[in-house]
């Protein structure tokens, strides 16, 4: 990951900076004005144990969000969402430092979530945890492990069906012990969860997403000697899942530029409530990064049995990504779906890129529209020192019951933002480099600035325009004098 110190990069910098301008991302001129503005809500850093954060799910009705964790014993998190504007901790369910929790789910049902359980360590063990927190014995403030589902390879991934007692699990095997992409378990008896199926070829299904007005699930192979590709299932009989369309990898480009499509470790995908599509983001962690799809699987002429590849975009400041110094900083990350008028648009937790939004109204034409970097707390925050430093937002989810985005931050956190459908804003360089937003320019926020610029990353929301999309020595050195300390 990126390891780039901030306090002494204008060291040295020297004549090799001056004159240089700001590369831009390949996508940022795509699109002239592009909708999707960003309003931050809320931020907290949580308890902060040691390790990092992972993925985030906002319950239906909006009032929790659930948090996992990755590296160390931060094990699962529940988020009190009743003012988005000040997410607060409401338990912490430890876990073992020998495994990762990166995934969370809700029940359908009050008082219950999920977690996943990855081995960290040969003989740690894996699976799922039932976590009770006010279904039966639990309570918000003392929940209750009540069941685990246990496999010895661990579950990455799993989601859940949004009126039945049925969650489904990537990977695992049949009754015969063949290796499957889909598993599915009956969690009626939350304190002892029952598989029921087992579907799809073999290989590394990376996750499952539910969509509930198809009822269907949609796989993400992300690996594998069967398939590695979108594959989707339909569970109109929630407990045998049926699969009805698939899209293959195999046979397409691999990723060869930036801003050119590739078709490489599939790793998410999630479909759009009111349009026939999917998009599916690869997370591709060298060389060229992995970027964002769109299917069609009936919004044109394509459908579930013969999807079509309608569009494609990378993040905003994407660039090869060299071992050791920028790993998976560039690709794509876990994303959703924000509808808002007859404007369309997908949000991202984008990893060093920080939170983006992508106006995908036009599905053809997906352009990056807004972002903001997940720094705040950054200072304060242990996170894991394996990532760099912030940003490295892991996911965004979206709920419509509260209109809000909750966003996910390895090193700093959970936030809540709001995204609206108006013009994404063109800011000048003092404005984009206020990262605190407080309306002075410090010096820590220049030498930020600098450091992205000595790697050739954009300033996020400059634009492309007039003096907007570049720094200079001078521009520096002009910055330096016009802030404050700190």
């Given amino acids: 990951m990126r390891d780039v110190n901030r306090r002494t990069v204008l060291r040295g910098l020297g004549a090799a900076a001056v004159g240089t301008s700001l590369a831009t991302g390949p996508a940022s001129a795509a699109q002239s004005s592009p909708h999707g503005r960003i309003e931050l809500l809320g931020h907290s850093l949580l ?7 992972a993925e985030s ?11 996992g964790s990755y590296f160390g014993t931060g094990g699962s998190f529940l988020v009190d969402l009743s003012d988005p504007a000040n997410p607060s901790q409401v338990h912490r369910v430890p876990s073992e430092e020998t495994v990762w929790n990166a995934d969370v789910k809700f029940d359908a049902r009050d008082g219950i979530y999920y977690r996943s359980i990855e081995p960290r360590e040969q ?20 929940p209750e ?40 378990y009956d969690t009626s008896d939350p304190s002892s969860p029952e598989q029921v199926a087992a579907v799809g070829p073999g290989g590394y299904n990376h996750d499952v997403t539910f969509d509930a007005e198809r009822d269907l699930v949609h796989s993400a192979y992300i690996a594998g000697d ?3 590709g979108w594959m989707a299932h339909d569970v109109s009989d ?47 962690g060298q060389g060229i990064p992995g970027g964002k799809h769109v299917l069609d699987i009936g919004y044109g002429s394509g459908s579930l049995e013969d999807p079509k590849h309608l569009g494609f975009t990378h993040s905003p400041n994407a660039k090869e990504q060299v071992r050791d110094e920028a790993l998976y900083d560039w690709t794509t990350h876990n994303h959703d779906v924000v509808q808002k008028g007859d404007s369309t648009f997908l ?17 053809e034409n997906p352009v990056p529209a807004h972002q903001y970097l997940t720094i705040d707390g950054e200072g304060e925050a242990k996170g894991p020192t394996w990532t760099g430093a912030a940003p490295m937002a892991w996911g965004a989810n979206y709920n419509a019951e509260k209109d809000v985005v909750v966003v996910s931050d390895m090193v700093t956190g959970l936030f809540t933002f709001r995204v609206h459908d108006e013009e994404a804003p063109v800011e000048s360089l003092p404005e984009a480099v206020d990262w605190n937003g407080d ?14 610029w000595a790697n050739g990353e954009t300033i996020p929301n400059t634009g492309v325009a007039g003096d907007n999309d570049h720094l200079d020595w001078k521009t520096v050195r002009r910055l330096l004098r016009e802030s404050s300390g700190n």
Avoid: W
Avoid at 47 to 53: K, W
């Fill in 123 to 142: 003989g740690a063990g894996g699976g799922v945890e039932v976590i009770d927190y006010g279904y039966e014995s639990g309570s918000p403030e003392s």
């Fill in 145 to 184: 492990i009540v069941a685990r589902i246990d496999r010895t390879s661990g579950v990455h991934n799993l989601d859940v069906h949004p009126e039945e007692p049925v969650i489904y699990l990537v990977n695992g095997t049949d009754s015969e012990g063949n290796a499957v992409g889909v598993s599915v």
């Fill in 439 to 452: 309306g002075t320019v410090q010096r820590s926020e220049v030498e930020r600035a600098v450091s992205m």
């Fill in 226 to 228: 069967q398939f590695v």
């Fill in 238 to 284: 929630p407990r045998n899942p049926e699969e009805v369309g698939r899209f293959s990898y195999a046979d397409r480009p691999d990723y060869e530029e930036v801003g050119t499509a590739g078709f490489e470790v599939c790793h998410y995908a999630r479909a759009d409530p009111n349009r026939d599509l999917v998009y599916v983001g690869d997370e591709k």
């Fill in 47 to 53: 308890s902060d144990p040691a390790g990092g954060y």
């Fill in 57 to 67: 799910e906002i319950r239906a009705d909006g009032r929790y969000a659930a948090l």
């Fill in 347 to 363: 949000v991202d937790g984008a990893y060093h890129e920080g939170f983006v939004v992508y106006d995908v109204t036009d599905p």
